[in-house]
T-cell receptor, first 111, second 112 residues
Framework: AQSVTQLGSHVSVSEGALVLLRCNYS??????LFWYVQYPNQGLQLLLK??????LVKGINGFEAEFKKSETSFHLTKPSAHMSDAAEYFC?????????FGKGTMLLVSP | AAGVIQSPRHLIKEKRETATLKCYPI?????VYWYQQGPGQDPQFLIS???????DKGSIPDRFSAQQFSDYHSELNMSSLELGDSALYFC???????????FGSGTRLTVV
């Protein structure tokens, strides 16, 4: 079985502040982990993914995430938020079966 | 670069009608997935196909069926539509050797 827990359905930051979106996973096999971003009324865009190798993964738009096996976490960070980062972010895990998503975190960015 | 193409983008149907959604995966991708995303919800896995054979099944209602054709495009057929079927339906494709799923822009189905 596999599952994803995203802490916080909404996260608010000021423009220029650090972005931290939390994701914890559960998987019975070594997981592959993903972060997707969804803008209103649009599809899911892959931000970054972890499969094997380096545990710090860099993605698009300045985002990165670190796979921490001991903490079963894959938190998403960005050093400086931009207004255009306002969107919903989904963490997802793939174990034996298909991609399972978390409930999503809406990132709100204020000027 | 080629992306996953879904059609139509929007669809309005009445209760008890049928709907067919189409998905054209990225060339050389061997697996297709269908997801349903209700309003304010996370995407829920419906069904997948690997090399034109059903490979996995999620929370797909019995009223829904899907298939993948010889050209690798896939269709999701939905019958006896209910108001609760109103959602965004995403198709995604992937290569077995590359674990990233590429999603299409989705079909927004509204049942009235």
């Amino acid at each position: 079985a596999q599952s994803v827990t995203q802490l916080g359905s909404h996260v608010s930051v000021s423009e220029g502040a650090l972005v931290l979106l939390r994701c914890n996973y559960s998987s019975s096999v070594p997981p592959y982990l993903f972060w997707y971003v969804q803008y209103p009324n649009q599809g899911l865009q892959l931000l970054l993914k972890y499969t094997t190798g380096a545990t710090l993964v860099k993605g698009i738009n300045g985002f990165e995430a670190e796979f921490k096996k001991s903490e079963t976490s894959f938190h998403l960070t960005k050093p400086s938020a931009h207004m255009s980062d306002a969107a919903e972010y989904f963490c997802a895990v793939k174990g034996y079966s298909t991609l399972t998503f978390g409930k999503g975190t809406m990132l709100l960015v204020s000027p | 670069a080629a992306g996953v193409i879904q059609s139509p983008r929007h669809l309005i149907k009445e209760k008890r009608e049928t709907a067919t959604l189409k998905c054209y995966p990225i060339p050389r991708h061997d697996t297709v997935y269908w997801y349903q995303q209700g309003p304010g919800q996370d995407p829920q896995f419906l069904i997948s196909f690997y090399e034109k054979m059903q490979s996995d099944k999620g929370s797909i209602p019995d009223r829904f069926s899907a298939q993948q054709f010889s050209d690798y495009h896939s269709e999701l057929n939905m019958s006896s539509l209910e108001l609760g079927d109103s959602a965004l339906y995403f198709c995604a494709s992937s290569e077995t050797s590359n674990y990233g799923y590429t999603f299409g822009s989705g079909t927004r189905l509204t049942v009235v």
